[in-house]
């Protein structure tokens, strides 16, 4: 069983909403509470970059700032990002990164 597991992607149009989730089934709650928690994405041809941050501070990108909203559910292991009035450029693959792991990435298609 992978360490995370992510879901909730998909195409949508813009100013529609989608919400990812990022599940550590195999993960301690202990671990759970203290472990680094953010979204990633790579949009095509560009580099990885950091979308969202909640350990401590919670931390925006600022392209997504007012849009996006990053929480967790201790008890489901999960970590969400809640994504409101996307945009075109919001196409990217997603990636969670909880603790030293990494999901496998999944993919928002945003049409304009």
């Known amino acids: 069983q992978a360490h995370l597991v992510e879901s909730g992607g998909g195409l949508v149009r813009e100013g529609e909403s989608l919400t990812l989730s990022c599940k550590a089934p195999?993960?301690?709650?202990?671990?759970?509470?203290?472990?680094?928690k953010a979204w990633y994405r790579q949009p095509p041809g560009k580099q990885r970059e950091l979308v969202a941050s909640?350990?401590?501070?919670?931390i925006y990108a600022d392209s997504v700032k007012g849009r996006f909203t990053i929480s967790r559910d201790n008890n489901k292991r999960t970590v969400y990002l809640q994504m409101n009035n996307l945009k075109d450029a919001d196409t990217a693959v997603y990636y969670c990164?909880?603790?030293?792991?990494w999901g496998q990435g999944i993919q928002v298609t945003v049409s304009s």
């Open positions: 195999r993960m301690i709650l202990s671990t759970f509470w203290a472990a680094t």
């Open positions: 990164n909880l603790h030293t792991y």
């Open positions: 909640l350990t401590g501070d919670t």
